[in-house]
Each structure stands twice: as C-alpha cells, then as structure tokens.
C-alpha cells in the first residue's frame, strides 16, 4: 500500500468509484448522470457520500445507486481493506485525495486520469516495488523465425516459399 496525496476533480474520483465497485452492472443512464454515485454500506468495503443533498434511486447487489448534489466529502475502503481514500471538497468541484492505495487502486487511479501511469511507476518505484521492463523476464520461443521485415530485401525467395522459409539446397 502508498500513500496518496493529490488534488483530483469530483467526476474523476466518482469514476474510480464505479471502475472500483461496480462498472459491470452499473445502468448506462446513472453511468452518464455526473449527479449519480454508488454508495455501499455493508462490509466488506465500504463508501460513504457526505452532501448537502442525498436521494436514493436503486439498490444493485450491494451498492446503492444516489443522486446527490452539493457533495462535501467521500469516504471508500476497498473490499480487502487494502485501500482507504478520502476525498474532500477545496472549492467547487476539485478536492483533495488522500490516503492509503493498493496497487489494484492505483491501476483504478489512473485508469479514472486521477493519476498517470508515469505516477504509478514512480510511486511504487519510491516504495521499493519494480516492475521488470516488458520483454524482461519472458523467455523466447526456440523456434521463433524473424518476421519478414527483418529479413533482407536483397536476398531471394524461391517461388512458393514463405520469406521466413529456408529454400531446399536441391531447388534450382
């Protein structure tokens, strides 16, 4: 788990939220609305909403759908308990993010625009976690032939024979 500590605008956190909990059964209409928020009050997880304004529209599962207008601040902990963010209102619309995240968090964070994939590497670099480059660590196959922009333009190919194909010696 890291620490988060960033400035993020109410939309962004709100759709951290629904990739978190409930982007697979969400209705389209309350995805679209900006005004709707999914709530949960069962553990595990949990999120609390803080507005001036709350209205209940549907429960799905164990999240409940609301419109709320005015929100002040938003409370979530991730089912495992690994991730615990608060999000509270500065002015308007953008707030301040903190707490603690897990890496699955992180990816959600960033996949909300909340934080960049460059913050992601370097947050878990600064916590000591290294992600291998992207070829590092994978074995390669032994009968992998060169693609056939990697082979030369000069040499020739028999007809019928795939650039990749070594010629029989006995063809002339």
């Known amino acids: 788990m890291v620490e988060i500590d960033v400035t993020c605008h ?27 928020f999914p709530e949960k009050e069962e553990d595990p997880g949990s999120i609390y909403i803080e507005a001036a304004d709350k209205v209940t529209l549907k429960k ?15 409370i979530y902990t991730s089912k495992s308990g690994n991730s615990k963010l608060k999000w509270r209102q500065m002015r308007g619309p953008v707030g301040r993010l903190t707490g603690e995240a ?42 992998k032939k060169p693609d056939a922009e990697q082979m030369p333009e000069d040499q020739p190919v ?10 029989d010696e006995e063809m002339n």
Request: aromatic share 6%; hydrophobic share 35%.
């Open 10 to 36: 109410l939309e962004a956190f709100r759709r951290f939220l629904i990739n978190s909990t409930c982007r697979s059964f969400i209705p389209e209409s309350y995805l679209r609305d900006s005004e709707v």
């Open 60 to 74: 799905i599962r164990d999240i409940s759908f609301i419109n709320v207008r005015d929100i002040l601040g938003i």
């Open 102 to 143: 897990s890496s699955n968090s992180l990816v959600n964070l960033s996949m909300a625009r909340i934080i960049t994939p460059q913050d992601v590497e370097e947050i878990m670099r600064k916590n000591g976690i290294v992600f291998p480059p992207e070829d590092e660590g994978r074995p390669e196959p032994e009968n």
């Open 158 to 167: 028999a007809p019928g024979l795939d650039a990749r194909d070594e010629p």
